[in-house]
């Protein structure tokens, strides 16, 4: 099969130059940048939103996933660096740690955003002793799929499961295996969304992430479960636009 050559790290469907601010998206595990392709168009042209596209997936395919999510948050710092402007950072499950890790590292620069979105994730210091990368192939995508936001299509057809299922392990090893690190948290503010049945985060430990800023703490509970994001994508969009310092 042939791929396409990386074309960098982030990707931008809906470019807004002219916006005020810079958004940049951290997909969950398994995720690709264009599964965000609705949130960016939601937001454009307020928001120029930035969408990462991790190693081993789509045009990225050919280079390998990266398991470590410490290691990822350090490559992602100089891409997030290097984008030019006031940002925001975004990011759902998996994501959402990328972001405040990238976050925390931005901010011993001197670098700090205008806000921290964390999506369907539990405080980064609540600990889960979850191995799901280590079962076998029925287990696995057993989980994969109880969770949602994987695409069915995928999971049912053998070829393209082939091609996915390093991207999804990787990305299951990665937040598996990551543990909190103490020491600073952020100072800007922290805006947390969750669905209230989701099957793997409840609301308690959710709320936990107002530990880790110095700043502002807000929390919205929607109906759903760990990919609510697709029933109230346009409130989602509000909220961010209506946060202080990401407005247009």
């Not at 997936?57 to 660096?81: C, F, G, K, N």
């Not at 925001?88 to 001197?110: K, P, Q, T």
């Not at 999506?119 to 280590?134: F, I, N, Q, T, Y």
């Not at 990919?227 to 346009?234: A, G, Q, R, V």
Request: charged share 20%; aromatic share 8%; net charge negative.
């Amino acid at each position: 099969m042939a791929v396409q050559a990386p074309r960098g790290w982030t990707r931008r469907f809906h470019p807004a130059p002219a916006a005020g601010t810079r958004l940049v998206v951290f997909p969950h595990a398994g995720g690709s940048a264009s599964a965000y392709h609705s949130l960016s168009a939601a937001l454009s042209p307020a928001v120029d939103v930035h969408t990462v596209q991790y190693p081993g997936r789509q045009d990225r395919l050919a280079e390998p996933v990266i398991a470590d999510l410490h290691v990822l948050a350090e490559r992602l710092v100089d891409v997030v660096s290097a984008i030019e402007g006031p940002f925001a950072l975004f990011g759902h499950s998996m994501g959402a740690v990328i972001a405040f890790e990238v976050a925390r590292r931005l901010e011993a620069r001197d670098v700090v955003p205008a806000a921290l979105f964390v999506s369907a994730r539990s405080g980064p210091d609540v600990l889960k002793e979850e191995w799901h990368h280590l079962s076998d192939d029925a287990a696995f995508l057993a989980e994969v799929d109880r969770l949602g936001g994987t695409d069915m299509t995928v999971l049912g057809d053998p070829d393209l499961l082939e091609l996915a299922m390093p991207a999804l392990r990787g990305d299951y090893q990665a937040i598996e295996t990551y543990r909190y690190r103490p020491g600073p948290g952020v100072t800007c503010p922290i805006v947390a969304f969750t669905g209230d049945a989701d099957p793997v985060v409840n609301v308690p430990d959710v709320e936990k992430w107002r530990e880790h800023t110095t700043g502002s703490f807000e929390m919205d509970v929607f109906d759903g479960g760990h990919f609510f994001l697709d029933k109230h994508l346009d409130a989602v969009v509000a909220r961010i636009l209506g946060t202080a310092a990401v407005s247009p």
